[in-house]
Structure formats: structure tokens, C-alpha cells
């Protein structure tokens, strides 16, 4: 399972965390002006795709999955009936764990290789044979959770009592909340092998799509990263000329996009209707293991603080920029006397260790693997996925870290926030690879927790008033867009895939839903100008995850909440912190929080986050 995080700066989420930058010229900073800028050894998993290793496994992934199809097919029941032996069936599970840690290390590898250069002809197609011929052989691994659910509750009950089998008690609780929605062998087989020329490769035509458009600016032929650095630029006519360029581009391709869109949503609306899922989030909320009633009421209280968090924020910011409303252009505008100074990475990467070691020198340690042993890939590169992410690759191997690296201020907090994803899929990975994923609610905990550890301790360095007031502006704006803008998206897929089931969609359509939901989230500061009517077409969550986007409110608020517990705890809360990060996917969120005094369940859970933004948005107001 891969971790996915979002932008702090615009609040575009994606598979790729599609961060903004503002280099002075509108492109890309020179590495050189940031210092050696490290790029990751992907030889822990494999030494080159045409390396013999690759292909040993991918053919022994084909022979023992067929294999453990033919001998485990049809013997589960058995195992756990009066006579059976129990232990076969967790010999059976081993099997099946490390036949899926086989098959992840091999897409691991061709994902981390292909994200690192999307344009490449040679790795799109490794890329893609190296997926469907893990789906060709997976393929012999779907009968074992849909024949496991099958098993009777009593049965499964009693086999717990032994040891091996009470182990994997968790995963098996888990898988078996999907029983209600699988379907019969043959039919999810179906679906599974058309994966690969049904979903996977709608996904990929919008990833490929994304990584080769390119924006005519003032500044001349850019990158969709490039741009996008642009809309924080101090020059009001560089951001307005960066978003016209943005939206011609996309209009350009709204065809296209619109055609991916439609696409996607009918599939998984019969994807849906097959499972007997009836609300369009319904899927997403068992993937979270969320429980539909939690994610309302989390809506609910940020729909409702709309007016006194982003409404209240853009007003403001609008008087400190002299305008009478923000134009879309203007909403990430630098405030004025902001410190444009780019941060090397070696003051970057001391940053961000320090104020981990500060929390607890075993969190540091760990981050610091990351730094001298390559696991992170941070330059800028024609081609290279955009954004930033933390993928957990396999238990036995270690995560891996993409960004793209520019020296600003915020590109320093998205190194925090991976690496708090990556410290905690070190935490989680002896829990082996069917119960190491964390649910994705609660995936973001960590990133958002080493973001605030990183924001907190340069905010004790700020030596002005005025200092303190940008710095405290920029987290607010990060935390606007983590919370606000990100149920706002929430709110925009709902709104699109319950009209795509009365019929397709037009752009125009398309355009309008984006525009109300939009409109009703920023406030009436900000003006949204000809052209933003199709910037839902880059945002990558739509399409690779649908409904992703309320795991970063719910990761933002939570952890609010969690730093204030640590503010006022006297000691035990690192120990906590990390019990609970070990805990991989073994828990529900309600087992996790409770040695915190947390109860996400609780409506004023979701206030006390949210009290969080507006109090630090009175902080501001007082300074003006």
C-alpha cells in the first residue's frame, strides 16, 4: 500500500504530493544553489530492471502463486473443522503473506522506477509489464481472503485459540469487514485481471497525460511544476500570467480529461452497484476502516467553520495585500516582506532532524537512515513525477522518498512530512506485509505530526513580531488548505459521481460543480476569475483515489488535538506515540487514540482541531 500525502501550499492532493514552489525566475532553482541534492539507490530491491533478479521473480511469482492455488484451494473450511489441523491455515497464511511481500517488492521497484522518470518509453513499459504480469499472477491469490471470509464466525472463533492464528487476529477481522461486499470467485477474478485495461489504465492515461503538458508563461515553456511554482511568486502579473497558462493548457486537454473522469466514475459506480455499496463514498470509508457517521460529523464541523477559518483568512490577507478581494492567482501569494532566502539542503535536512531529535533521538535516528543511506530522491528532473511521497515498498526492504526539492520554506516542511510517513512505515513494518498498512485515515498522523514538530521549532527562532506574523500566516495557509480545501475536494467528488450516475458529464458541468463547491469554501475574499473553472483536471486524488482527499482533515485535526495532549503531557507520550505507529493496520482508530484521551467518534474531537486554525487566525488579527 502506498503512502500518499498532500500539499501544504496549494491543497492539491495526489498520488504525487503536488507541492507549489516559486523559484525567482519561475523555474526551476539550480541544484547547485542548494547543495548536493541526494538521489535514491533503488538496489535494495532490485540492481536494474533487466537485472536477472527481476525476472527469477517475476517467474517465481507466477509458479508459487499457482501453486498455492492448487494446494490451498478449497481446504481452509477443513483446517478449522472439528479434526482439521489449525495449523495448516496459518502455514497457509505465511505462504500468502510472503507471496504478496514478493509481489510488492517487484511493483515497488517498477513504480519507484517509473515515478522517477514518467516520460521514459522504456521504464512506461516496464512499468506496465511488470504490472500485468504481477495481476496475471495474483490473479491465483484472489481465492484465499474470499474463500477465509467464507469460513463460519465460530469456526474462526475457536481456531484463534491457537497461538500462530491469534496473531494474524487482526487481519483477519479486518479482511472479513469486507464480506458482506465480495463477490463470487469468477466474478472478482474478472474484474481483477481487467484492472490492468479497465482502471490501471485510465489511471495511467491521466498520469502520462499530466507528466507531458506544458505551459506557455512569460517566462517561457514550462512544466506543470514550474508553473505552479509561479503562483506564489511576489509579482502579482508573474501568478496571473502562471494561471492563464494553467488554465489554456487544461483547456486545451478538457477533452481528454473529462472523457478520464467520466470514465473512472462509471466504473466504479458498477464496481458499487455489483458490491451493494450505496452511498458513492462507502467503499472508501471501509478501506479507511472509518465509519461513515465519523467522517460526517468531521465534514460537517469544517463545512460549518468555513466562515470563521478560510473566510475570516482571506479577508485578512486581502487587506494586507492592499486588494479588495484575491484573485485565484493571489490566494498563495507570499505576504509582503516574506524572506525568499533559499534553504540549502544541508540546513534543510539539519532543520528538520533537529526538531525531530528535539520530540525524541530515536525519531531522528531513524530520519537520518533516510539521509545516509539514499532512500531519498530529491532533485528537480524533466520527466520526474511531481510532488512529494513516502512509499513503504515492502517490510522487508525500507521506504523510499520522492520530492522535488527547490529551497523554499515549504518545500523544507514537505521533507518534514515525509519523513514522519516514512519514519512511521519503519515503525510498522515488523508487523509484515498484511498488517503493516495503515488505513489511510490514519496514515497522514505522522507526516502532519513531524510538519507541526518542524513548524513549532522554527517558530521559537523567529526574531521579530513581524517574523512571527509570516511565519504563523503560512501555516495557517498550510493548514487552510489541509483541512478546509481538502473537504472541499470531498465535497466536489460527492457532488460529481452522485450527478455521473444520472449520466454523463460535460466539462461545462464539470466546471460548475468545481466553481459552487470552491466558491462556498474560499468565501467571498476571493474572487475566482476565467479559467479556474477547469483546474479540477490536474488534481491526481480524483483519479487514482476517490474520496482520499478527508484523510488529510482527518490527519490535520487529529493531530491538532494529539500536540496539544503533548504540550500538556509531563512524560510517557513519546512512548505512546510510538506504540501507536508500531501498531501498523492491528488497531482501530478508537484503540489508537484512547491512550491519549482522543475519540475521533466525538463531535468536539473535531472542534478542538479546528479551535486549533482559529486561534492561531486571532493571533494574526491582533497584528494587524
Known amino acids: 500500500m502506498t503512502a500518499f500525502s498532500t500539499d501544504a501550499a496549494t491543497g492539491f ?34 540492481d536494474g530492471p533487466q537485472s536477472d533478479a527481476v525476472k527469477r521473480d517475476l517467474t517465481r511469482a507466477k509458479a508459487d502463486g499457482e501453486a498455492f492455488e492448487k494446494t490451498r484451494k478449497g481446504r481452509l473450511a477443513g483446517y478449522l473443522a472439528p479434526g482439521g489441523d489449525v495449523g495448516q491455515l496459518v502455514a497457509a497464511i505465511r505462504e500468502y503473506e510472503e507471496l504478496q511481500e514478493l509481489l510488492g517488492r517487484l511493483m515497488s521497484y517498477a513504480s519507484l522506477l517509473y515515478s522517477g522518470q514518467t516520460t ?127 488554465a489554456q493548457t487544461f483547456s486545451e486537454n478538457l477533452r481528454t480529461f473529462t472523457l478520464i473522469t467520466n470514465t473512472l466514475s462509471k466504473d466504479k459506480e458498477i464496481s458499487d452497484r455489483w458490491r451493494g455499496f450505496g452511498d458513492v463514498a462507502d467503499s472508501r470509508h471501509l478501506a479507511n476502516r472509518v465509519e461513515p457517521e465519523v467522517v460526517a460529523a468531521l465534514v460537517d464541523a469544517v463545512t460549518g467553520a468555513y466562515p470563521k477559518l478560510s473566510h475570516r483568512y482571506y479577508a485578512m490577507k486581502a487587506r494586507w495585500l492592499g486588494m479588495d478581494k484575491l484573485a ?52 528537480v528532473r524533466p520527466g520526474k513525477a511531481p510532488g512529494a511521497f513516502s512509499h513503504p515498498t515492502v517490510p522487508s526492504a525500507h521506504p523510499y522518498v520522492l520530492l522535488n526539492y527547490q529551497g523554499r520554506t515549504r518545500d523544507v516542511m514537505t521533507l518534514a512530512h515525509e519523513l514522519g510517513h516514512g519514519v512511521h512505515q519503519v515503525l510498522a513494518a515488523p ?27 522554527m517558530l521559537k527562532t523567529a526574531g521579530t513580531p513581524e517574523l512571527r506574523k509570516i511565519m504563523l500566516a503560512q501555516k495557517v495557509e498550510d493548514m487552510i488548505n489541509t483541512v478546509v480545501r481538502q473537504i472541499a475536494f470531498y465535497v466536489f467528488e460527492r457532488r460529481l459521481h452522485e450527478a455521473r450516475r444520472e449520466g454523463e458529464l460535460t ?65 510517557g507520550f513519546q512512548e505512546k506515540y510510538f506504540d501507536m505507529l508500531k501498531a501498523g493496520g492491528t488497531k482501530h482508530h478508537s484503540e ?33
Request: aromatic share 12%; net charge negative.
Open 120 to 246: 521514459d518509453p522504456a521504464r512506461a513499459k516496464f512499468y506496465g509489464d511488470v504490472q500485468e504480469k504481477v495481476t496475471a499472477a495474483s490473479v491465483h491469490l484472489l481465492f484465499f481472503e474470499l474463500e477465509l471470509n467464507r469460513v463460519e464466525d465460530a469456526a474462526i472463533e475457536a481456531g484463534f485459540k491457537d497461538e500462530g492464528l491469534a496473531h494474524y487476529r487482526p487481519w483477519i477481522e479486518d479482511i472479513r469487514k469486507e464480506k458482506p461486499y465480495q463477490l463470487e470467485d469468477d466474478i472478482e477474478r474478472l474484474f481483477h485481471e481487467k484492472s490492468v485495461t479497465g482502471a490501471g489504465a485510465w489511471n495511467r492515461l491521466f498520469d502520462e497525460t499530466m507528466a507531458g503538458l506544458s505551459f506557455q508563461t512569460a517566462s517561457g515553456e514550462l512544466g506543470l511544476e514550474a508553473t505552479l511554482n509561479l503562483l506564489q511568486d511576489p509579482d502579482e502579473e508573474k501568478r496571473k500570467d502562471a494561471a492563464e497558462a494553467l
Open 507 to 571: 466539462s461545462e458541468e464539470i466546471g460548475r460543480i468545481w466553481l459552487e463547491v470552491q466558491g462556498e469554501s474560499l468565501g467571498p475574499a476571493v474572487e475566482l476569475k476565467e479559467g479556474y473553472e477547469t483546474y479540477w483536471t490536474y488534481i491526481p486524488h480524483f483519479i487514482h483515489v476517490p474520496f482520499y482527499v478527508y484523510a488529510y482533515a482527518f490527519g490535520d485535526c487529529l493531530v491538532n488535538s494529539l500536540y496539544a495532549v503533548y504540550e500538556e503531557a509531563e512524560t
Open 431 to 457: 508487523q509484515g506485509a498484511l498488517m503493516a498498512p495503515t488505513p489511510l485515515t490514519l496514515a497522514e498522523t505522522a507526516s502532519v505530526f513531524g510538519e507541526m514538530l518542524t513548524f513549532q521549532a
Open 592 to 624: 489508537l487514540l484512547a491512550p491519549f484521551g482522543l475519540d475521533a467518534s466525538d463531535p468536539a474531537f473535531w472542534q478542538k482541531g479546528l479551535g486549533v486554525i482559529s486561534r492561531m487566525i486571532d493571533e494574526l488579527e491582533g497584528m494587524e
Open 328 to 379: 485565484h492567482w493571489d490566494r498563495n501569494a507570499p505576504l509582503p516582506n516574506t524572506d525568499r532566502r533559499k534553504v540549502s539542503w544541508d540546513e534543510a535536512s539539519k532543520t528538520v532532524l533537529d526538531a525531530y531529535g528535539g520530540f525524541s533521538p530515536k525519531m531522528a535516528e531513524i530520519a537520518d537512515t533516510f539521509f545516509k543511506r539514499n532512500w531519498i530522491d530529491a532533485p
Open 13 to 46: 492532493p495526489g498520488v504525487f504530493h503536488n507541492a507549489v514552489h516559486s523559484p525567482d525566475d519561475g523555474g526551476a532553482v539550480a541544484a547547485s544553489d542548494l547543495g548536493a541534492l541526494p538521489e535514491w539507490d533503488l538496489s535494495d530491491l532490485y
